[in-house]
C-alpha cells in the first residue's frame, strides 16, 4: 500500500445530522467541504488539516452499538492532534459537553482529553510539547 497523501479520513454514521455538524464543525470548528448523496444516504465532507471527516446521514438509521472505549471491539475513537488542548477544553466544558476523560498527561510532554460526540462516540484530543 502507497499512501496518497499523509493523513487517514473517516466515516461516521449518525443519528441526528444536525446535531453532530454542530459539534463537528461549530463547537470544533471543522472546515465544511460538501455534501456527497449515497446510496444509502448523505454524506457531509468536514476537513480537519489534511483529514476528511465525514459525516454521514443515514436513510435508516441502524441500531446503535455499544457505547465505550473497552465494550466492543472495533474503531473505538478518533484523536485530533492540536496545539490549543487547555482552551478547548475550557470551550467545550462552556458548551457542556460530556467528558469521558478530563485533560490529563499521560507521558512527559504529552497531553490528552476525551469527550463524548451526540451519539455517544469518543473524539481524543492530543496535545505535544
Same mark, same amino acid.
Given at each position: 500500500m502507497k499512501p496518497a497523501k499523509g493523513s487517514l479520513d473517516l466515516g461516521v454514521i449518525v443519528s441526528d445530522i444536525k446535531a453532530s455538524l454542530n459539534f463537528y464543525q461549530n463547537i470544533l470548528g471543522l472546515e465544511f467541504v460538501g455534501i456527497t448523496?449515497?446510496?444509502?444516504?448523505t454524506m457531509h465532507r468536514l476537513r480537519f488539516g489534511t483529514s476528511d471527516f465525514k459525516l454521514i446521514e443515514p436513510k435508516s438509521v441502524p441500531p446503535q452499538g455499544?457505547?465505550?472505549l473497552e465494550n466492543q471491539l472495533g474503531f473505538r475513537y478518533v484523536t485530533f !492532534?492540536?496545539?490549543n488542548l487547555s482552551q478547548l477544553c475550557s470551550d467545550l466544558k462552556k458548551e457542556g459537553i460530556e467528558f469521558a476523560l478530563p485533560e490529563t498527561e499521560t507521558r512527559p510532554g504529552v497531553r490528552i482529553a476525551m469527550v463524548?460526540?451526540?451519539d455517544g462516540n469518543i473524539v481524543e484530543f !492530543?496535545?505535544?510539547s
Open positions: 448523496s449515497l446510496w444509502f444516504g455499544i457505547i465505550g !492532534v492540536i496545539e463524548k460526540d451526540p !492530543v496535545e505535544r
